[in-house]
């Protein structure tokens, strides 16, 4: 069973940095690919970085390439986000997903286990 936590999040200025981690209790990680989701107040949730099981592939939406890094540690059971030069339209609550699959996913769909969530809030 994958049980996600996120933690990381929390209020920065315009131009910082954020680092969230995403913990899975279970002892299948290694198994799932990863991904990185967002929802701001009256949008949907959107994709916003994907990693294959090993972390040799991964995916970003164009609005944080070059910000964002996604990564993970397999020995950890944990998957990070590096978020630098942090933006107010960053703004949301983060989740982290798990697809079971070993290749990145870029849809929705295929993403069956989700984190409760952290807030970021990037300030002008």
């Known amino acids: 069973q994958v049980q996600l936590v996120e933690s990381g999040g929390g209020l920065v200025q315009a131009g910082g940095s954020l680092r969230l981690s995403c913990a899975d209790s279970?002892?299948?990680?290694?198994?799932?690919?990863m991904g990185w989701f967002r929802q701001a107040p009256g949008k949907e949730r959107e994709l916003v970085a994907a990693?294959?099981?090993?972390?040799?592939?991964?995916h970003y939406t164009d609005s944080v390439k070059g910000r964002f890094t996604i990564s993970r540690d397999n020995a950890k059971n944990t998957v990070y986000l590096q978020m630098n030069s942090l933006k107010p339209e960053d703004t949301a609550v983060y989740y982290c997903?798990?697809?079971?699959?070993?290749?990145?996913?870029?849809?929705?769909?295929?993403?069956?286990?989700w984190g409760q969530g952290t807030q970021v809030t990037v300030s002008s």
């Open positions: 990693i294959s099981w090993n972390g040799d592939s991964t």
């Open positions: 279970g002892r299948t990680f290694s198994w799932y690919a």
């Open positions: 997903a798990a697809a079971s699959t070993p290749v990145v996913v870029t849809t929705f769909a295929p993403y069956n286990y």
